[in-house]
């Protein structure tokens, strides 16, 4: 039996089922669960629910990171495994420590601290080098102005000669690159 690989997937908890965002999530959680991911969220609505959703759609393991801090958000029923912590910044580095690789759905500004906390461990190597995508171009502006400080840069750090962040055109997308990364070495 293959070891585990874990997927953490951050995103939106506004979208609802039939919205355009909660069906791309849940086209990336089957996706994800197809190649044989095990999917892991923050666990409550949204981009969290319909990724678990998708993934469970797909046979896959789901796992949610929950935190006391969000007293009124409730645990999506397509959650396999809840990892409870206490606060909101334990919950953050728990959906990081679990993952082997990162996507970044659109979201709002619990998505952009994920994402620039992932890339910035990424970037001044605070963990190993792990596959990150984002789907879309919806971060695009983001990511094209931070690497306009850091490309070129001399110096040691990963985005200054590279990209880390992978922007997927599609849920597919983000999903062949996760396979590339994780299972074709």
């Not at 874990?6 to 069906?23: H, L, M, Q």
């Not at 990892?83 to 959906?95: N, Q």
């Not at 082997?100 to 994920?114: I, S, Y």
Request: hydrophobic share 40%; net charge neutral.
């Amino acid at each position: 039996m293959e070891p585990e690989i874990i997927v953490t997937v951050f995103g939106s908890s506004r979208p609802r089922e039939g919205d355009a965002d909660y069906e791309e999530a849940r086209t990336l959680g089957r996706a994800l669960g197809k190649h044989g991911f095990a999917v892991c969220s923050g666990g409550y609505g949204g981009v969290m629910e319909a990724v678990s959703r998708g993934a469970k759609e797909a046979g896959g393991k789901t796992y949610g990171v929950t935190a006391e801090f969000f007293k009124a958000a409730k645990l999506n029923p397509w959650i396999d495994v809840e990892v409870r912590k206490k606060t909101w910044e334990e919950r953050l580095f728990e959906l990081v420590r679990m993952a082997h690789g990162f996507v970044a759905c659109k979201g709002g500004t619990g998505t952009l601290v994920e994402l620039a906390v992932v890339w910035e461990m990424l970037n001044k190597s605070v963990m190993t080098r792990k596959p990150f995508a984002v789907i879309g171009d919806f971060w695009l502006p983001i990511l094209d102005r931070v690497r306009e400080v850091e490309l070129g840069h001399p110096a040691p750090w990963g985005e200054a000669n590279g990209r880390l962040v992978h922007v997927a055109a599609s849920p597919g997308d983000a999903a062949d690159h996760l396979v590339k990364n994780l299972k074709q070495k």
